[in-house]
Protein backbone atom coordinates (compact mmCIF):
# COMPACT_ATOMS: atom_id res chain seq x y z
CA UNK A 1 0.00 0.00 0.00
CA UNK A 2 1.21 3.54 -1.14
CA UNK A 3 0.18 6.36 1.45
CA UNK A 4 -0.09 10.23 -0.29
CA UNK A 5 -1.01 12.86 2.23
CA UNK A 6 -1.91 15.73 1.15
CA UNK A 7 -3.60 19.57 2.51
CA UNK A 8 -1.36 20.86 5.24
CA UNK A 9 -0.28 24.70 5.13
CA UNK A 10 0.26 27.49 7.17
CA UNK A 11 -3.13 28.99 8.93
CA UNK A 12 -4.27 31.48 11.90
CA UNK A 13 -4.82 29.89 15.35
CA UNK A 14 -8.35 29.45 15.38
CA UNK A 15 -8.72 28.31 11.48
CA UNK A 16 -9.31 25.41 9.83
CA UNK A 17 -7.44 23.04 7.32
CA UNK A 18 -8.73 19.62 5.87
CA UNK A 19 -5.73 16.84 5.39
CA UNK A 20 -6.41 14.17 3.18
CA UNK A 21 -4.18 10.91 2.40
CA UNK A 22 -5.35 8.70 -0.90
CA UNK A 23 -4.12 4.98 -0.90
CA UNK A 24 -2.77 3.08 -3.73
CA UNK A 25 -1.52 -0.55 -4.14
CA UNK A 26 -4.30 -2.08 -2.16
CA UNK A 27 -7.86 -1.26 -1.09
CA UNK A 28 -7.81 0.06 2.57
CA UNK A 29 -11.63 -1.31 3.96
CA UNK A 30 -11.03 -3.75 5.75
CA UNK A 31 -7.95 -1.80 7.53
CA UNK A 32 -7.63 0.79 10.41
CA UNK A 33 -6.47 4.09 8.79
CA UNK A 34 -4.90 6.88 10.87
CA UNK A 35 -3.42 9.93 11.66
CA UNK A 36 0.34 10.83 13.63
CA UNK A 37 1.81 14.27 14.02
CA UNK A 38 5.24 15.08 15.11
CA UNK A 39 6.26 18.69 16.16
CA UNK A 40 9.93 19.81 15.83
CA UNK A 41 11.98 18.22 18.75
CA UNK A 42 9.07 15.82 19.43
CA UNK A 43 8.51 12.28 19.18
CA UNK A 44 5.76 11.72 16.46
CA UNK A 45 2.29 10.72 18.36
CA UNK A 46 -0.92 9.55 17.57
CA UNK A 47 -3.84 12.16 16.30
CA UNK A 48 -6.82 10.21 15.54
CA UNK A 49 -8.05 6.82 14.01
CA UNK A 50 -10.89 5.24 12.18
CA UNK A 51 -11.01 1.18 12.80
CA UNK A 52 -12.41 -0.85 9.38
CA UNK A 53 -15.96 0.46 8.06
CA UNK A 54 -17.53 0.60 11.29
CA UNK A 55 -17.03 1.74 14.52
CA UNK A 56 -16.61 5.11 16.67
CA UNK A 57 -13.58 6.57 15.28
CA UNK A 58 -10.80 7.33 18.30
CA UNK A 59 -9.00 10.29 18.98
CA UNK A 60 -6.24 12.18 21.69
CA UNK A 61 -7.23 14.12 24.58
CA UNK A 62 -5.57 16.89 23.03
CA UNK A 63 -7.59 16.82 19.37
CA UNK A 64 -10.98 16.06 20.57
CA UNK A 65 -13.68 17.77 19.97
CA UNK A 66 -11.62 19.68 17.37
CA UNK A 67 -10.62 17.20 14.61
CA UNK A 68 -12.66 14.90 12.96
CA UNK A 69 -11.65 11.99 11.20
CA UNK A 70 -13.41 10.34 7.91
CA UNK A 71 -12.82 7.27 5.49
CA UNK A 72 -14.19 6.92 2.12
CA UNK A 73 -13.71 3.13 1.00
CA UNK A 74 -14.69 3.73 -2.39
CA UNK A 75 -12.46 6.38 -3.11
CA UNK A 76 -9.67 4.68 -0.85
CA UNK A 77 -9.44 7.80 0.88
CA UNK A 78 -8.89 9.42 5.03
CA UNK A 79 -9.76 13.03 5.84
CA UNK A 80 -8.88 14.83 8.58
CA UNK A 81 -10.99 17.99 8.74
CA UNK A 82 -9.16 20.24 11.37
CA UNK A 83 -10.96 22.65 13.28
CA UNK A 84 -10.19 25.38 15.82
CA UNK A 85 -6.24 25.08 15.50
CA UNK A 86 -4.05 26.18 17.86
CA UNK A 87 -0.18 26.69 17.71
CA UNK A 88 0.07 23.88 19.54
CA UNK A 89 -0.86 21.49 16.15
CA UNK A 90 1.63 22.83 14.51
CA UNK A 91 3.97 19.57 13.15
CA UNK A 92 4.39 17.08 10.45
CA UNK A 93 1.17 15.16 9.71
CA UNK A 94 1.31 11.25 8.42
CA UNK A 95 -1.65 9.20 7.74
CA UNK A 96 -0.88 5.22 8.39
CA UNK A 97 -2.72 2.08 7.91
CA UNK A 98 -2.60 -1.00 10.17
CA UNK A 99 -4.55 -4.72 9.99
CA UNK A 100 -7.87 -4.13 11.31
CA UNK A 101 -8.11 -7.15 13.71
CA UNK A 102 -6.60 -5.27 17.16
CA UNK A 103 -7.74 -3.58 20.08
CA UNK A 104 -8.22 -0.31 20.26
CA UNK A 105 -5.41 0.87 22.48
CA UNK A 106 -2.92 -1.04 20.09
CA UNK A 107 -4.02 2.10 17.51
CA UNK A 108 -2.52 4.23 19.44
CA UNK A 109 0.86 3.45 19.02
CA UNK A 110 3.10 3.51 15.93
CA UNK A 111 4.07 -0.22 16.30
CA UNK A 112 0.52 -1.32 14.81
CA UNK A 113 1.04 0.34 11.66
CA UNK A 114 2.50 -1.52 8.58
CA UNK A 115 2.19 1.57 6.02
CA UNK A 116 2.83 5.12 6.06
CA UNK A 117 2.64 8.33 4.08
CA UNK A 118 5.79 11.36 3.62
CA UNK A 119 3.68 13.39 5.97
CA UNK A 120 2.15 16.73 4.95
CA UNK A 121 3.22 19.74 6.79
CA UNK A 122 0.76 22.18 9.36
CA UNK A 123 1.65 25.59 10.49
CA UNK A 124 -0.82 27.42 12.69
CA UNK A 125 -0.01 30.65 13.37
CA UNK A 126 -0.50 32.20 16.85
Known amino acids: VQLQAFGGGLVQAGGSLRLSCAAS????????VAWFRQAPGKEREFVAV????????SYADSVKGRFTISRDNDKNTVNLQMNSLEPEDTGLYYC????????????????????WGQGTQVTVSS
Open 25 to 32: GRTFGTYA
Open 96 to 115: AVAPGRYALSVYWTEGAYEY
Open 50 to 57: HRRSFGSP
